[in-house]
């Protein structure tokens, strides 16, 4: 997940005006947070709901990556390049 986390942050990096860059970083942090709660509240709930079964746990990690690769072609980065250009007043 090392790689993953340095590659999202220099994407932000890229797209991130820099009079904007505290909201921005910021937000990126916040979302991480959530993400570190909401990770193990889902495993910890389909354990509990499974009776003790871990692997339906683990396999629950897949949609959330599946998204997440879905959510990354839609990406478009020249275009985030532009956008850097006109800081959020």
Same mark, same amino acid.
């Given at each position: ?44 709930? @389909? ?23 879905? @959510? ?16 959020? @007043?």
């Amino acid at each position: 997940m090392g790689g993953s986390q340095s590659a999202s942050r220099s994407l932000q990096g890229l797209f991130t005006p820099e009079e904007n860059s505290a909201e921005f970083f910021g937000f990126f942090a916040i979302s991480g947070k959530f993400a570190s709660v909401l990770g193990p509240l889902t495993d910890g709930t @389909l354990i509990v709901v499974s009776g003790g079964d871990t692997q339906g746990a683990i396999v629950s990690i897949l949609p959330f990556l599946v998204a997440g690769l879905i @959510l990354m072609f839609f990406v478009n980065e020249s275009a985030g390049r532009e956008q850097k250009q006109n800081p959020i @007043l």
